[in-house]
């Protein structure tokens, strides 16, 4: 691999990122079916655990609707998703000053201990990711699958 700090003309950019495809494909299958897996063990599906991890990253309550795009997954499914959460004290739904018949969905205290534990479990997996990796490489990396993700934005997931 021959790292420059040049762009990449359309046709290597485009290869490049096939083997960028190639990999992240097979990595999300994987910590998917683990989390899958340890969820059964421990506690809530995947599914959840992505509305609980998106409202502790937003720091601020959502509407289904906002999540649903900003997870790119349907409206009905985090629907089914928050319901389960808040069946199991997880969020709550609260009025949402915008729009009478879209409440904002926020953590619960009992939510919040929930997402911050499994938090804390993983990153002590991921610390043994460690290697030769530097802030640079996963700056770059963020930086690379968020383009990638702007890319895809007005693919409808509904």
Do not use: W
């Amino acid at each position: 691999m021959t790292e420059t700090n040049e762009p990449l003309p359309p046709d290597a950019l485009a290869g490049r990122l096939s083997e960028v495809f190639a990999v992240l494909g097979p990595l999300y299958r994987r910590t998917t079916r683990a989390l899958e897996l340890k969820e059964r063990k421990e506690g809530f599906p995947v599914g959840v655990r992505a509305v609980l991890e998106l409202l502790r990253m937003a720091e601020r309550p959502m509407t289904v609707p906002q999540m649903g795009r900003t997870l790119a997954l349907s409206r009905q499914f985090v629907q089914r998703m928050v319901n389960e959460a808040a069946g199991r004290d997880l969020v709550e739904a609260i009025p949402n000053p915008a729009h009478q018949r879209s409440s904002l969905i926020r953590l619960t205290d009992t939510g919040r201990t929930a997402i911050d534990a499994l938090v804390a479990r993983e990153s002590v997996l991921l610390k043994q990711a460690g290697g030769d990796l530097t802030a640079a490489d996963v700056d770059s990396c963020v930086r690379v699958l968020t383009q990638l993700l702007e890319l895809f934005e007005d693919v409808d997931v509904n």
